[in-house]
């Protein structure tokens, strides 16, 4: 006979299960060009796993926002898309469209960016291994709680290479320079 589980984080069994809702964990409105906003919901370092990993959701805003070009020089990343069409996703300089129940994987140093062209906004999965990318999305993003209103597009920090330095990007991949003057008002960057 199965007991019924709370609606709240809990301790699933004695070998270390976990269940957790989405909206309980960290969240995090994200700059332009992504804008949108990011949920960290499992890391490994804070489970105590025996292999470090960050798992979490990103959805990006319509209208051409983008998750700008980046690599991972130390992980290895899963993506899996679960809502949003007219997206996109650009692997060494190739363009690959996405819908739901497209899955990616990215291996160490793979330039990757998500482009949402559609007019919903564009969700995934990431999974990262190891983990540690949760600290990136604290560092450039504001708080998010459930049900607060989208904020406007805002920048990122002025030190974000260095933030990029400190967390899981590879340097002198990113297209960070140069990049952050706003086109409209979705404050998506020009490419």
């Not at 906003?37 to 105590?48: P, Y």
Request: contains cysteine.
């Amino acid at each position: 006979m199965h007991q019924e589980a709370s609606e709240h984080t809990a301790d699933v069994d004695s070998r270390g299960a976990k269940f957790f809702i989405a909206e309980e964990g960290p969240s995090f409105w994200q700059p332009v060009p992504a804008n949108g906003f990011v949920r960290c919901l499992l890391n490994g370092a804070k489970l105590g796993t025996t292999t470090p990993f960050s798992m979490g959701t990103q959805t990006v805003a319509p209208g051409g926002c983008y998750v700008r070009e980046h690599a991972h020089d130390r992980s290895e990343e899963v993506i899996f898309f679960y809502a949003g069409s007219g997206g996109s996703v650009v692997i060494d300089d190739i363009e690959y469209p996405v819908k739901p129940q497209t899955a990616v994987y990215l291996g160490t140093n793979c330039r990757h960016k998500f482009v949402n062209n559609g007019a919903d906004d564009l969700s995934f999965m990431w999974f990262l291994m190891p983990g540690g990318i949760e600290e990136f999305f604290e560092s450039v993003g504001r708080v998010r709680h459930p049900g607060d209103p989208t904020p406007e597009p805002f920048a990122r920090p002025d030190n974000v290479q260095e933030i990029e330095a400190r967390t899981v990007f590879a340097s002198g991949v990113s297209s960070v320079s140069g990049e952050g003057d706003t086109n409209g008002s979705n404050g998506a960057a020009k490419d």
